[in-house]
């Protein structure tokens, strides 16, 4: 049987093992040891503890539970309750403002927690309600929050390019850079079709009614700005070489959670408990899913699958952009049916060297790849922020919140586009901190 044939089947049975609901970490270790016993035999399991620990070996990887414990503790205080309000009051009168202040609090909270669902939720509780209430579409009013809770991914700090970066042994601090303009770029695009899908509904939205005095809008910063400012500290000291990842996302943790301590006095042992509780769990995953994508990928070199699939993609007698094209719509697929840390883990380090190799910059790639991701996130049959969204507005029908979503997949699609017209909009921000790559 050719290794081609061999890791067909491999991903054949892997599919057929996640789909009746096993963990992802779970199938990638049964689907690997399987194929090892069935290959060669017993004897070639016996150095698989020590590649299991050795994906987690690594001081990088430290970042991830202190990144989420960040997140954790901003998503478990009023944060975005606040700053959903502070964005409120200061784009009350423009049209749709009410709708452009839920998509820009999402980006933010979504830099302060580094997760989508969890942007989702925080914004949506509020946002939602509020936008209903004041006349916005129920499918606007959803599809804008799911779609906003994405950015969570792209925009620093972002757990997803910490696994990137630790998958492919690329600089994580030159990939949060990376994601600062097509995060901010992501972000006007949605603003923009809002506005746009705004003026041809005829909708206003904008709270013309209600003026806040400036004294007002200012009131509503002082709980916001310290938060904010945790976030440029981190990136400060990241891209001014004062502290490494890890460093600064222990900082970090730790800022935050004094912060929603002081400011919100989260200090009881159920609220704190909970805290700890959440990060533990989410942190515990993603390190299984580390480790077992080491076996998978271990796996796939053995019996020579990674090498002949990147022979015979290099093989192609195609141009690197019809190489990128099958590469995007593979992710995209993928997307529909993994979260974003399994499809990094088990393609990124095969993808790379096909990417590099065709002339694309890693960075820049990644990024393309995280934005694949956020696509995922807002299509069925996973699209895990539509399932968010139903949870905490129910009678918001899947469909309707799909239908509202479907307009940002074309804004993500476009992103794509531009980024691929203009790579600069990933890569010249990082050349410029820190010098070409």
Not at 74 to 86: E, F, M, N, Q, T
Not at 208 to 237: D, N, Q, S, Y
Not at 306 to 318: D, F, N
Not at 323 to 333: C, G, H, Q, T
């Amino acid at each position: 049987m050719t290794p081609l044939l061999t890791g067909l089947l491999i991903v054949a049975a892997l599919i057929g093992v996640l789909a009746v609901g096993t963990p992802i970490a779970f199938a990638l270790g049964f689907i690997s040891v399987a194929a090892l016993l069935i290959a060669e035999g017993a004897g070639s399991l016996s150095i698989l503890p020590e590649v299991f620990f050795g994906g987690l070996n690594s001081f990088s990887i430290v970042s991830i539970p202190m990144f989420i414990l960040m997140g954790a503790a901003v998503a478990s205080s009023p944060a975005g309750r606040d700053l959903y309000d502070a964005l409120d009051r200061w784009l009350n009168r423009v049209p749709g403002g009410l709708v452009l202040s839920s998509i820009g609090a999402c980006s933010i909270f979504a830099a302060l927690s580094g997760s989508s669902p969890a942007t989702c939720a925080a914004i949506g509780k509020m946002g939602i309600p509020e936008m209903t209430k004041r006349g916005c579409p129920k499918e606007i009013a959803a599809g804008s929050i799911a779609a906003g809770g994405t950015l969570g991914i792209l925009i620093p700090p972002s757990v997803t390019m910490i696994v990137y970066g630790i998958s492919t042994e690329t600089s994580i601090g030159r990939l949060f850079i990376a994601g600062i303009l097509p995060g901010l770029m992501l972000t006007g695009l949605f603003i923009a079709w809002t506005m746009i899908d705004f003026r041809r509904r005829g909708l206003t939205l904008g709270d013309m009614t209600r003026h806040f005095t400036m004294r007002e809008r200012i009131a509503a910063l002082p709980k916001v700005l310290p938060f904010l400012a945790v976030i440029v500290a981190i990136l400060f000291v990241l891209y001014g070489g004062v502290a490494t990842p890890s460093e600064a996302a222990g900082v970090g943790a730790v800022f935050c959670l004094l912060l929603a301590i002081v400011i919100y006095r989260i200090w009881t042992a159920p609220a704190l408990s909970r805290v700890f509780r959440d990060t533990l769990k989410e942190s515990v995953m993603i390190m299984m899913i580390i480790g077992a994508s080491e076996i998978f990928s271990f796996a796939l070199s053995s019996l020579f699958i990674t090498q002949s699939v990147a022979q015979w993609i290099a093989g192609l007698a195609i141009n690197k952009w019809a190489l990128l094209a099958l590469i995007n719509l593979f992710l995209l697929v993928a997307g529909f049916f993994l979260p974003p840390v399994a499809i990094i883990l088990m393609t990124a380090p095969i993808l790379l060297p096909i990417v590099t190799q065709a002339g694309f910059d890693p960075y820049w790639f990644a990024v393309v790849l995280t934005i694949n991701m956020e696509i995922g996130l807002i299509t069925p049959p996973v699209g895990l922020n539509l399932y968010v969204i139903n949870g905490i507005a129910p009678d918001i029908s899947l469909r309707q919140i799909l239908l509202g979503s479907l307009p940002y997949v074309g804004c993500m699609v476009l992103g794509i586009v531009l980024l691929c017209i203009f790579p600069e909009i990933a890569t010249w921000l990082p050349n410029l901190m820190m010098g070409r790559g």
